[in-house]
T-cell receptor, first 112, second 116 residues
Framework: AQTVTQSQPEMSVQEAETVTLSCTYD???????LFWYKQPPSRQMILVIR??????QNATENRFSVNFQKAAKSFSLKISDSQLGDTAMYFC?????????FGKGTTLSVSS | DTGVSQNPRHKITKRGQNVTFRCDPI?????LYWYRQTLGQGPEFLTY????????KSRLLSDRFSAERPKGSFSTLEIQRTEQGDSAMYLC??????????????FGPGTRLTVL
């Protein structure tokens, strides 16, 4: 079975600092996609960044970047220059077929 | 493009009642998904549609649950004889083209169901 594990239930960071959220996954598939979604309090889930497993280059989107280690089945999210608006629940997700498989999430709090 | 919309946003019902939720996907998105999210957990897949065809159902989708997408546009999710364990956020997502390697699912705001 495919699983996604986020080992950090909660994290906190101060504005302008950098924080890294961890994610590991388990699969026997070779072709798959990985995602980080953000769910702000009482707001809908939005895509932060995605990574195709066949690509060796790590994806980046402005202040967000990933460290994708395929052999280790690790997919961490780095947020640089953290902002108050980054406060949210962050979900790591995996997709090999149709459905997204999510981890349990990491609650990130950014303080001033 | 107004994004994925869901109605109602909140629903409170008594155990044993039937409830129906609606999802309107992003225009021209041919895939539509339903997920369930309980407190403190990530979303779990329930079912998906390719146009009007329901192509996959999770084991989480018991016989009391039924989903439709009659004209390949909006979708409804009905829960019959609700139980307290059905209390959750029900999320809808849509995507444009499954043939694209970067097919991305865009989520709606969800319908929060509380069963008393």
């Amino acid at each position: 079975a495919q699983t996604v594990t986020q080992s950090q239930p909660e994290m906190s960071v101060q504005e302008a600092e950098t924080v890294t959220l961890s994610c590991t996954y388990d699969t026997s598939e070779n072709n798959y996609y990985l995602f980080w979604y953000k769910q702000p309090p009482s707001r809908q889930m939005i895509l932060v960044i995605r990574q195709e497993a066949y690509k060796q280059q790590n994806a980046t989107e402005n202040r967000f970047s990933v460290n994708f280690q395929k052999a280790a089945k690790s997919f961490s999210l780095k947020i640089s220059d953290s902002q108050l608006g980054d406060t949210a629940m962050y979900f790591c997700a995996f997709r090999a077929g149709t459905a997204l498989i999510f981890g349990k999430g990491t609650t990130l709090s950014v303080s001033s | 493009d107004t994004g994925v919309s869901q109605n109602p946003r909140h629903k409170i019902t008594k155990r044993g009642q039937n409830v129906t939720f609606r999802c309107d996907p992003i225009s021209e998105h041919n895939r539509l998904y339903w997920y369930r999210q309980t407190l403190g957990q990530g979303p779990e897949f329930l079912t998906y549609f390719q146009n009007e065809a329901q192509l996959e159902k999770s084991r989480l989708l018991s016989d009391r649950f039924s989903a439709e997408r009659p004209k390949g546009s909006f979708s409804t999710l009905e829960i019959q004889r609700t139980e307290q364990g059905d209390s959750a956020m029900y999320l809808c997502a849509s995507s444009l083209d499954y043939r694209a390697s970067t097919d991305t699912q865009y989520f709606g705001p969800g319908t929060r169901l509380t069963v008393l």
